[in-house]
């Protein structure tokens, strides 16, 4: 076998979170980087809790992402048979007992108890095996277990904090611990980098590993070496939260973040490349990310700081790809993909193509994201521009100077020569004229003209307009401030 295999082994039951998303990328990295294989496993043996739009969800962010697996995806619940059949040896083997215990009988007898969990009381009753006994695994008295994580060394587990835990229940189920360590097993997993929340679990599949490298007829594999991925925390250093954190990279997409900023970013959750700079190719990720590197303390998941970062990727982009890479949130029409619950300002027919060419390079200065793009530049495109009432209200309906000047600009733009130069050179002069410095003389032409008082800049805006429909709209701004 050559170079190292790695999985990563989601469970479908919910939107793709950005924590699996960082789990994925640091397996992604590894692999590409070391040569090695990159599995995808969807666990899908919680059938209440599965949904198949879950699957489909982690199947589409991982291509959004660009992370392309090597082998699958296979899911859990086709491999059964191997969970099986893995249980009955590690049963044959005297690693595993029956139980008959009932919750309450359990509940009752071990009140009280220094040791918390099952006592063990059927660990030696010899227990005839049926369909109401559940088996355990005999975890031994004394000793350690550890686990060898390269994140944080090896990690050791007194075994008196463990108890005898079921393995398969009374209904023949066998549960997700032995199913995932026989999955590494089968797919001769080297390495399991995956989230700090599973690392409490792990010392139990460490211990079903060594058994059944004990047990007869089971081929030894040897164990894989853990990576537990640092915590994804919030604003207050909490855990993130599935409900209060935005923490679906759905939603990211849709709100128009470029698949290689979210990946240089993910990349940072715990991770950091060599020198200073953050803002790194993926081919640049791939060939510095080890393992060894990640941090063991919690990562802030920043969403200013991504966002800002996804600004730097849009300001990166030529303006063809800018153009391209918009399509789906202003002309979703023309884009196979469309982002989720969206809706375009302007219809197919009113918006302008060879228009938009030519106003994209003003907009991909000022957006962070491309979910941003639409409001900016709707002015554009529809007949009136959507008016922010209160903005107008200070910025020109009570505001006599500003009325002049807007009256003023009507005569001089009428007759000047079209362009952003000769725009910029006239309304620093109408602004003289009723003693407005430019900033101030802008905004009302901009708010008249756009509706709000921020935007792309004006002047070039303005000679795209054309000088009919800013001449229009600067009589209906003065139309509306008449009584
Ligand atoms: N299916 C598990 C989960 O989504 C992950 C298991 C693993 O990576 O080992 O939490």
Redesign the pocket.
Known sequence: MTGPRVRF???PTGYFHVG?AR?SLFNWLFARQSGGTFILRI?DTDVERNRDEWHQGIISAMAWLGMDFDEGPFLQSELRRDHESAAEALFAGGYLYPCDCTREQIDERIKGNAKPGYDGFCRDRAVTRSSSTALRFRVPDDGVTVVPDLIRGDVTFPHDSYEDFIVVKSNGGVLYPLA?AVDDRTMHITH?I??ED?LPTTPKQVMMWEALNHCDDVAFVALPLYAHLPMLVNEQRKKLSKRKDPVAVESYRDQGYLPDAFVNYLSLLGWSPRGDEEIVARSTLIEQFRLEDVSHSPAFFDVKKMTHMNGEYVRQLSPEAFIEQSAPWVAPWSSPWRPTDRTVPWTEDQFDAALYTRVAPLVQERVATLGEIPTMIEFFFLDAPTIDVAAFDKTIRNDPIAQTLLAVAIERFGELEWNAAVLHEATIEIGEAVGLALRKAQAPIRCAVTGTLVGPPLFESLELLGRERTLVRLLDALARCSP
């Open positions: 082994a989601p469970s699996s789990t666990e995932n399991v995956r989230g599973l």
